[in-house]
Structure formats: C-alpha cells, structure tokens
C-alpha cells in the first residue's frame, strides 16, 4: 500500500490502507470499483491461529488521524 506523505507523522496503527472494493456484488456485468479504507492496529495480534477483530465505522467517518 502506498502511503501519502500527509501520513508520515502519523502512528502505524493511524495510517489508513485501501483495497479495491466492487460498488455492486450482485449486478452480473457491472465493473464498478472504489478505494475501501480500513486500518490496522497489529499491537496485540498474537499471530496465526489468534483472535482478529473487525471495527466497522458504519456510516460515520473513521478518520484517526
């Protein structure tokens, strides 16, 4: 993931990450894509075979910076 300069002084775990996320899953044909932003906080992963949580913001903003 490429991180803009505007992250630098920002802690790992407030860096956001992007993935390419289809609009629509359903729609056959439609190619339609968006950025999905989400961050992570590997502070206390374990590794394999621990727990990961998932935080969805919902409909309101989820800027840490």
């Keep these: 993931t490429l991180v803009s300069t505007a992250y630098e002084d ?3 775990e407030n860096i956001p990450h992007f993935f390419t ?3 629509n899953h359903l729609l056959p044909g439609y190619t339609g894509t968006w950025k ?3 961050y992570k ?6 590794g394999p075979g621990h727990p990961i949580f ?3 913001g919902g409909e309101g903003g989820n800027d840490w910076g």
């Excluded at 906080?41 to 374990?46: G, H, I, R």
């Design 21 to 23: 996320q289809k609009v």
């Design 36 to 38: 999905q932003r989400y």
């Design 54 to 56: 998932l935080v969805v």
């Design 10 to 12: 920002r802690l790992p």
């Design 41 to 46: 906080q590997l502070k206390y992963f374990k």
